[in-house]
């Protein structure tokens, strides 16, 4: 089993910068791919990046590739996004997800998931 919790969201204008932070419980953290999806309202969640266990391989999604960075602290069991150039597009509730195989962008390829931390960009 495996508990996430993310932190970090909040308000920021356009062209900012927020940075999500997402901690896991347990003591295999370093097995589990992780993942960053979003959820704006009114439409589906959808993948935005994801990290291999070991942290060599990241994925993102085009519209964030360049700006958004996927990393991890496996000695603190945590996940991180670091987001640059923040368009008022990118507001939604951000979540991450465990899961045991990198790279995957379905929702249903993850097991774990966080409650979720809200980001909005304004313009």
């Known amino acids: 089993q495996v508990q996430l919790v993310e932190s970090g969201g909040g308000l920021v204008q356009a062209g900012g910068s927020l940075r999500l932070s997402c901690a896991a419980s347990?003591?295999?953290?370093?097995?589990?791919?992780m993942a960053w999806f979003r959820q704006a309202r009114g439409l589906d969640r959808e993948f935005v990046a994801a990290?291999?266990?070991?942290?060599?391989?990241?994925s993102y999604r085009n519209s964030v590739k360049g700006r958004f960075t996927i990393s991890r602290d496996n000695a603190k069991n945590t996940v991180y996004l670091q987001m640059n150039s923040l368009k008022p597009e990118d507001t939604a509730v951000y979540y991450c997800?465990?899961?045991?195989?990198?790279?995957?962008?379905?929702?249903?390829?993850?097991?774990?998931w966080g409650q979720g931390t809200q980001v909005t960009v304004s313009s």
């Open positions: 997800a465990a899961g045991r195989v990198y790279g995957r962008i379905v929702i249903g390829e993850y097991d774990y």
């Open positions: 347990g003591r295999t953290f370093s097995v589990y791919a």
């Open positions: 990290i291999s266990g070991s942290g060599g391989g990241t």
